[in-house]
């Protein structure tokens, strides 16, 4: 039987009211099948015991619950753990938990790197999803599973759970923008999950429009924009998003100005650093500048190579003349260290095929 192509975990409360009235049923059985979706991570009908059989079997009639089944695990020595899940398409996605210990081992700061898709479309060329192309948009629903999932885990294994979400996992997550925005707001939802947005932060490629209507939207997470070159020059040769003046960095620098405004946040900018490609002096002074736009802090990220790929990290020494000439220009920087490398968990290395 062909499944139906409305997938529940991807409305909104008030989609699934207007669908639940339009069944003859009151709203507030909307409300009841909607904590059941992303509370209760319910995976079949049945579940929603509460839900009258007549209204589960009208719902079964013609809607889905999308679901993803966990087929792999992988711890690294440094603790981060990396999950590969599975769709009904067979397609497949990662997800990532990243502990974060004080001196005395305890975990102070438990982040999950969630994928908004599976795939991207943004051909970034050092990043290994890059190379894999667009399969598909995860649903808001499936999302806010994965930070379900290694909340528990991360409870199970450290007593607590989960602190911090940041979509910078498979996928350019305003590219999947209704989602991103439907589980940003189920993940703050009190009812859900109860995160401050303060605790949420979406990374993009840099899409201009859609950082302006992420202000504009009023949802508060932070904003990380992956920066990764100082000039339109370099920056077109690895990320093709910027060869397009809707997407370059004039682009970009009004986007930002104009979130910057509307939102009173600051933006983060992610750079990953490339030997011999974006650490020298003069591209420090262009960060800088890029830096000066709206406030703002840079945080360096060492690169990890991935396999096919030409990039090698910057050596320790030209990493710290970058960030001297940051720091003497009154850049707010903070320095990375990638996590889960040995794992292929680190940025820039996921990819479904490691399954
Ligand atoms: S770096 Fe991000 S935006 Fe670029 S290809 Fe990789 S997942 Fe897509």
């Excluded at 999803?129 to 995860?138: A, P, S, V």
């Excluded at 940041?166 to 590219?175: D, I, K, R, Y």
Aim: include cysteine; glycine fraction near 8%; hydrophobic fraction near 40%.
């Amino acid at each position: 039987m062909d499944q139906s192509p409305l997938d529940l975990k991807t409305l909104t409360l008030p989609e699934l009211v207007s669908l639940v009235e339009s069944l003859g049923e009151p709203s507030f059985r909307a409300k009841q099948i909607f904590r059941w979706l992303h509370k209760g991570g319910v995976a079949a009908f049945d579940e929603m015991t509460n839900v009258p059989a007549r209204l589960r079997t009208l719902l079964r009639d013609r809607s889905r619950i999308g679901t993803a089944r966990l087929i792999k695990e992988v711890q690294s020595s440094d603790g981060t753990v990396k999950f590969l899940f599975e769709l009904e398409s067979g397609n497949r996605f990662e997800t990532v938990l990243i502990p974060d210990f004080d001196s005395d081992g305890v975990a102070k700061r438990l982040t999950v790197c969630v994928s908004s898709q599976v795939g991207c479309a943004m051909g970034c060329t050092f990043c290994a999803t890059g190379t894999m192309g667009f399969k598909e948009n995860l649903s808001a629903g499936v999302i806010v599973d994965q930070v379900r999932f290694v909340d528990q885990r991360a409870r199970g294994q450290y007593g607590r759970g989960v602190t911090n979400v940041v979509f910078m996992g498979m996928g350019e997550p305003l590219l999947n923008y209704d989602q991103v925005l439907l589980a940003c707001q189920l993940l703050n939802n009190p009812d859900i999950f109860g995160l401050s947005y303060k605790r949420v932060t979406v990374s993009t490629v840099g899409l201009a429009k859609q950082i302006e209507r992420l202000a504009d939207d009023g949802i508060p997470a932070s904003l990380a924009v992956s920066l990764h070159a100082p000039d339109d020059t370099k920056r077109s040769s690895i990320m093709p998003v910027n060869r397009s003046e809707r997407t370059d960095l004039t682009a970009l620098r009004i986007a930002i100005q104009h979130y910057v405004r509307v939102t009173g946040k600051r933006v983060t900018y992610e750079y990953c650093m490339f030997d011999g490609f974006n650490d020298s002096v003069t591209d420090a002074v262009n960060l800088a500048r890029v830096a000066s736009w709206a406030p703002s802090k840079v945080n360096l990220i060492m690169y990890n190579p991935v396999l096919g790929k030409d990039f090698q990290p910057t050596p320790e020494e030209r990493l710290n003349q970058f960030i001297q000439v940051l720091v003497d220009n009154e850049v707010t920087v903070t320095v990375r260290r990638s996590r889960g490398q040995d794992i292929d968990a680190a940025c820039g290395q996921l990819a479904a095929s490691a399954g």
